[in-house]
């Protein structure tokens, strides 16, 4: 069988865990079975050193992208430096001879700048999401996926998510059995339910520049289980309908009913993390009067089911 050869693009200040991933999983250590040639390749061949004391021996340049049949940057450091042109070019070059480009986390921005997503689907790590957006405008960043593939360019989320993203690329062009025996053995899920949304912190606006709509918040709080109309908390602020609608929207960014489910869908990420509370009652203790509304809620919000998200998430005593 001939060996898909991999290029692995390295860097000096490489982040080690990023780079691991790759290395163990198109290698031959966990799988038992030689399917990859890999192959470390830096701006100019030799030993590279992690900001963590971790060293590397990249032992191609930049040329050998080119004859890669995949091609993987695990990492760039600093998003809002254009990369060497000679890795730009030979990207370019990799696609145009029909490789695979792989971008994991921060990696997805040196393909932005190589001009390769354009027009394509991408995805990075969340939290750089105004910066990836800023800069590569041309490219559908979706900020919620693990990974995507728009023909054979693959990108993925932040750190772990490039587990996800490999094992994906296994089973593509080995099959579901191989991936799920790699996987196994590396103790991971070989497929992960939802997307970045769980694991994205999504503060709730709890304390503004406005007096009257603090007051209001603390009072909502207070009340999260009651139901309310835009009505009844005009008449808790003294103020119309529209003036509160205009005031609230100003001070937190979001209307009072996309605060109030904020709210409650974090109160109920606590209660499903910290107990054994039915889902139905959850649902009720935070305020949702359907736990049918509550649960079509949640898995909007969070790409996964109330039940899901205890199940990852949930402290053991």
């Given at each position: 069988m001939k060996l898909t050869t991999v290029a692995i693009v390295a860097v000096d200040g490489f982040s080690p865990f990023h780079y691991s991933v790759p290395c163990?999983?198109?290698?031959?250590?966990?799988?038992?079975?030689?399917?990859?040639?890999?192959?470390?390749?830096?701006?100019?061949?030799g030993i590279l050193t992690s900001r963590d004391g971790f060293a590397l021996n990249a032992t191609e340049d930049f040329s050998a992208i080119a004859r890669a049949d995949i091609v993987v940057v695990p990492y760039w450091a600093h998003v809002l430096h254009?990369?060497?042109q000679t890795l730009?070019?030979?990207?370019?070059?990799?696609?145009?001879?029909?490789?695979?480009i792989v971008?994991?986390?921060?990696?997805?921005?040196v393909l932005g700048y190589a001009g390769i997503l354009d027009g394509k689907r991408a995805a990075t790590h969340w939290e750089f999401e105004r910066q990836?957006?800023?800069?590569?405008?041309?490219?559908?960043?979706?900020?919620?996926?693990?990974?995507?593939d728009d023909d054979r360019i693959i990108t993925s989320a932040g750190t772990a998510a490039a587990l996800d993203c490999c094992l994906y690329i296994i089973r593509q062009r080995f099959g579901s059995t191989v991936a799920?025996?790699?996987a196994r053995r590396m103790i991971v899920p070989p497929h992960?339910?939802?997307?970045?949304?769980?694991?994205?912190?999504?503060?709730?606006?709890?304390?503004?520049?406005?007096?009257?709509?603090?007051g209001l918040i603390d009072y909502l709080q207070q009340h999260i289980t009651e139901p309310h109309t835009l009505d009844s908390l005009a008449e808790v602020v003294s103020m119309s309908r529209r003036t509160l609608t205009r005031h609230f929207i100003k001070a937190t960014g979001m209307s009072i009913t996309d605060w109030l489910t904020a709210e409650r869908l974090r109160r109920s990420q606590l209660l499903l993390e910290a107990g054994a509370l039915l889902i139905d009652a959850v649902a009720e203790q935070v305020g949702f009067l359907s736990s049918?509304?509550?649960?079509?809620?949640?898995?909007?919000?969070?790409?996964?089911?109330?039940?899901?998200?205890?199940?990852?998430?949930?402290?053991?005593?």
């Open positions: 163990i999983l198109f290698g031959d250590g966990v799988s038992g079975e030689k399917r990859f040639d890999v192959r470390i390749c830096a701006e100019t061949p254009r990369p060497p730009l070019d030979s990207l370019v070059q990799a696609r145009n001879h029909g490789a695979e971008g994991l986390c921060l990696g997805a921005f990836f957006q800023s800069l590569f405008p041309a490219v559908g960043l979706d900020i919620n996926a693990l990974y995507v799920n025996q790699i992960r339910e939802g997307g970045q949304a769980q694991y994205i912190a999504q503060p709730v606006p709890g304390n503004t520049r406005d007096a009257r709509i603090n049918v509304t509550y649960r079509q809620q949640f898995k909007a919000r969070f790409g996964v089911s109330p039940a899901e998200w205890r199940k990852t998430f949930r402290t053991r005593g």
